[in-house]
């Protein structure tokens, strides 16, 4: 649960009421109808509608028509209008890139002139970047641009593959205006009318609903004052807006709208094709925790703003992009023809939404970045922590610190333990506990985990939850018991050199010793006990949640997330030094996507472990299907970085002095421990049909 300021809260109710005006309603379905007819209907209309009310850049000053907002609310309002189908493309153009640019580098004149147009929606504009031959490599493009006589510019060169340029005003153009040392400098950024004399706009046909422009620019003369920036210095710009261009708020919107419409289609009874299968409610599970998380990796990028880093905007839009497409994919496989292109989706208001939403998703895996080029600036952005930087909160950053301090070892004293109040941190006061809440207990799982250090530990925290009022809770938080829990079936594996059990009884669960009548343990292998229990020979438990509660689903994926991010850290530090072929390993592309991909699921996991935290302290309902999802998703995350990073490791890897095989042979017994991954992915996937939890979906045997 992200903070959400009253203001921001007023200002998405805002955007919900213009949007639900009959004029609103009437353009966006005349909008839909020309789409559904095959043409590529004028957005200005709509936005004219929305700029009227100040909506278009909020985030702007007052002067140019904005509301003084913050990058945050101009971010709610562009996920408010994407989740209602408003038309995104020339907007995110003209307000987020080319005004963008404007503010940040455009002369006072081209400010005044300029902006307050493209707030009410009055003036569009496009970019003109991408050439035949300098998509992605931006620097190889060949326009140029020389001085004219008598003062100004011409330009000449051809742009391809841009968007709504037949509905611009303006382009923002790039041209290199000299040859330079590298091919970075010498470029120069122009602001073109696109009905000035010797610009030629012709239509490519895309898969998409969207065409593509062709334009050609035959000796264009600009004054210049149409220079936007330095001349000759335009490539930090460039690159800086970039990475604005990735925040991936809209993407994240529209992989949320088109999961959406999947759910409603399979609910549809004309959906023939849309039987909800298990395996259905696993991928339904996955994919809405990995919308989620877009959702979190958005924000995130959209509160820093101007200062968003580029590798983190990498990230963040390679995500956002990625789950878009995915949830494509699955819904084409899922729903088939019926559900693509079935009866109209009241709330999508266009016939074959999910249809269209296929032929549109390739291209959010290109444009601002290619999903593969954003690898490459996420590989090059790795540090050897594998993970993101502490916690912002100061006290559960100095306890992380504290933990780390603590490891020195495989098997800490618990004692040591104790001494940090690890045992006490979610104990009310009047209990002899601390009462830190939710942040402090992730901030110190994911140090245990990326350590490996469990042996009972996760369990022991569980047993404080459950028996908060037992007469040998003293103890256990002084960290002189261990406790192991006993899955619900009655038998099963525990962490050796266990105290105390925490067993399944009529009525809840029991603490009990070994030497219980109706418990029976035995020893095992890789350090944990083989445990059956008869319940029928035990009393009636303590009344108590149905394991595991939210409370411990938090800690073990903070503790699994630790895990992949301990597991990571090895895996990048062998391939850096390893050499293969006179070259390091980690040089190998695949190996760098790999690292990347892997680091990218690190931030993006404790992302949402964070946000299940903050729903749990703030008594949220929505904590437990988050911290379900956050625990399946780390858990698969910590089992794919240890089974990858044995092998980069070589025959090193497999060997007990390499300190990753410690944490490979762990990894599927503490992933067990939280749970089969199936039937977490299952339980999420439930909840997001809002189907009850005690009976089967449609469809489902």
Known sequence: ???????????????????????????????????????????????????????????????????????????????????????????????????????????????????????????????????????????????????????????????????????????????????????????????????????????????????????TLDGVRVEADAVVGPVGGAWPLVTGALALERTGTDTAAKARRWLDAAVRAMADGDCLDADVTAETEVSLGRLSTEVETARLLARRAAEVGAALAPVTGARTKWWCAETARRVTWWATDALGPAGLLGRADPEARAQGLLEAAYREAPGLTISAGTSEVLLDLAAAGLSADAGPDEPDDAVAAQLARAVRATLVDDDPEWASLAELGLFRFLVPVAAGGLDLGFEAVVATCVELGRAGVDGGLLDTLSAVDLFAADELLDRILAGELRASIVDSSGRGYLAAGADLLVVPVRGGWQLVNQATRGVGVRSSTAGWDRVEVDPAQLAAGVPAPVRPPTADRIRRAAWLT????????????????????????????????????????????????????????????????????????????????????????????????????????????????????????????RSATGADQTAPLRGVA
């Open 1 to 215: 649960m992200v903070v959400v300021t009253a203001r921001e809260r007023a200002l998405r109710a805002e955007v919900r009421h213009a949007l639900s005006t009959a004029e609103v309603q009437t353009s966006l379905a005349r909008f839909d109808t020309a789409v559904v007819a095959g043409e590529e209907p004028d957005p200005r209309p709509l936005y004219r509608l929305l700029g009227a009310r100040r909506l278009l850049a909020v985030h702007w000053p007052l002067v140019y028509g904005g509301r003084d907002g913050t990058s945050l609310e101009h971010a709610a309002v562009v996920e408010e209008f994407t989740l209602a189908g408003v038309p995104d493309t020339l907007h995110t153009l003209s307000v987020q890139i080319v005004g963008s640019f404007l503010l940040t580098a455009g002369s006072r004149a081209q400010r005044a002139e300029l902006l307050p147009a493209i707030a009410a929606g009055e003036l569009g504009a496009a970019v003109l970047y991408t050439e035949p031959a300098a998509g992605s490599d931006l620097a190889g493009l060949s326009t140029r641009a020389e001085p004219a006589a008598g003062g100004g510019w011409e330009l000449t060169g051809r742009k391809v593959y841009g968007v709504k340029s037949r509905y611009a005003d303006v382009g923002l153009c790039l041209a290199r205006t000299a040859d330079a040392a590298t091919p970075y400098q010498g470029l120069t950024l122009f602001l073109v009318p696109l009905a000035a004399a010797g610009v030629q706009v012709s239509q490519l046909d895309a898969v998409a609903d969207e065409a593509f422009a062709d334009v």
């Open 562 to 685: 630790g895990l992949a991010a301990g597991g990571l850290g090895l895996t990048l530090q062998r391939v850096r030094e390893r050499r293969q072929f006179g070259r390091a390993v980690a040089d190998n592309q695949v190996v760098a996507h790999w690292l990347a991909r892997s680091a990218i699921g690190v931030d993006a996991v404790r992302l949402l472990v964070a946000e299940a935290a903050i729903r749990a302290d703030a008594g949220d309902a929505r904590a437990g299907v988050t911290a379900t999802g956050a625990v399946a998703a780390a858990g698969e995350l910590a089992l794919d970085v240890l089974r990858s990073g044995v092998q980069l490791h070589g025959a090193y890897g497999t060997t007990a002095a390499a300190p990753i095989a410690r944490l490979f042979a762990l990894a599927p017994l503490a992933v067990g421990r939280a749970g089969r991954l199936a039937a977490l992915w299952r339980e999420v996937g």
